[in-house]
C-alpha cells in the first residue's frame, strides 16, 4: 500500500525556521495536505494542494514539493505552533493516506 | 459558522455494529465530499473511508473494507458509518470531515470514541 514517511519529531527555538519533509514515490503525481494537531484537538488544515494556505492560516506557514519529497516550512516558530503535523496524500484508486506524523516541540 | 458533531461511539463488545452520526451545519454539506478519520489512543491519523457528494462514489481503507459503511443524507446535512464485526484495533476516535474545492480536509468534527473491549 501507499506509504508517506514523515520524521517522527523534531524540535526548535522559538523564532527560527521548522522544515518538515514528507517522501511518498507518488508524490510527484499528487498534491499534498499538511494538517495541525494540537493536543486534544481535531486536525486543521494548514496547507493544501502543496504550497496553498487557506485564509486563516498565518503566513509565516508555506509548503513546497520537489521530486518525491514535499516541506512544510515554518518560519518564526512561535510556542503556539506546537504540535502533530500530518501531511497527507491520494493514490490513484480515490483512497487516501496520511503520514506517520511528525512531533514539533517549541524549545 | 461551521459545526460536524460526531456521536454514537461508546463501549461496544468485540463483534458488535455501531453506528456513528455526523451532524453539520454552516456550510453546504452537498456539495462536500465527506470522510471518516479515525485515530487510536496515542497513534496517528488513518483516513477510513470517503464518499462523494452524490454517494454514487465510495472508498474504504483495507482494514475497514467489507466491516465498514458510509452513506449520508444531503437532505438531513448529515454523514454515517455502520461498523460492523468490530475488533479491538478499530478503537479510536472517529472524526468526520468535510472536502471541498482545496481538495484537503478542511472541516472536522470533535471526534467520538469507540472503545471495543469486552
Known amino acids: 500500500s501507499y506509504e508517506l514517511t514523515q520524521p517522527p519529531s523534531m524540535s526548535v527555538s522559538p523564532g527560527q525556521t521548522a522544515r518538515i519533509t514528507c517522501s511518498g514515490d507518488?508524490?510527484?503525481?499528487?498534491?499534498v495536505y499538511w494538517y495541525q494537531q494540537k493536543s486534544g484537538q481535531a486536525p486543521v488544515l494548514v496547507i493544501y494542494?502543496?504550497?496553498e494556505r487557506p485564509s486563516w492560516i498565518p503566513e509565516r506557514f508555506s509548503g513546497s514539493s520537489s521530486g518525491t519529497t514535499v516541506t512544510l516550512t515554518i518560519s518564526g516558530v512561535r510556542a503556539e505552533d506546537e504540535g502533530d503535523f500530518y501531511c497527507?496524500?491520494?493514490?490513484?484508486?480515490?483512497?487516501?493516506?496520511f503520514g506517520g506524523g511528525t512531533k514539533l516541540t517549541v524549545l | 459558522e461551521v459545526h460536524l458533531v460526531a456521536s454514537g461511539g461508546g463501549l461496544v463488545q468485540p463483534g458488535g455494529s455501531p453506528r456513528l452520526s455526523c451532524v453539520t451545519s454552516?456550510?453546504?454539506?452537498?456539495?462536500?465530499?465527506m470522510h471518516w478519520v479515525r485515530q487510536a489512543p496515542g497513534k496517528g491519523l488513518e483516513w477510513v473511508s470517503q464518499?462523494?457528494?452524490?454517494?454514487?462514489?465510495?472508498n474504504y481503507a483495507d482494514s475497514v473494507k467489507g466491516r465498514f459503511t458510509i452513506s449520508r443524507d444531503n437532505a438531513k446535512n448529515s454523514l454515517y458509518l455502520q461498523m460492523n464485526s468490530v475488533r479491538v484495533e478499530d478503537t479510536a476516535v472517529y472524526y468526520c470531515?468535510?472536502?471541498?474545492?482545496?481538495?484537503?480536509?478542511?472541516?472536522w468534527g470533535q471526534g467520538t470514541l469507540v472503545t471495543v473491549s469486552s
Open positions: 470531515a468535510g472536502s471541498g474545492h482545496r481538495g484537503g480536509f478542511e472541516y
Open positions: 454552516g456550510f453546504t454539506f452537498r456539495s462536500f465530499e
Open positions: 464518499i462523494s457528494i452524490s454517494g454514487s462514489s465510495i
Open positions: 507518488a508524490l510527484p503525481k499528487q498534491y
Open positions: 494542494k502543496d504550497s
Open positions: 497527507q496524500s491520494t493514490d490513484s484508486s480515490g483512497t487516501w493516506v
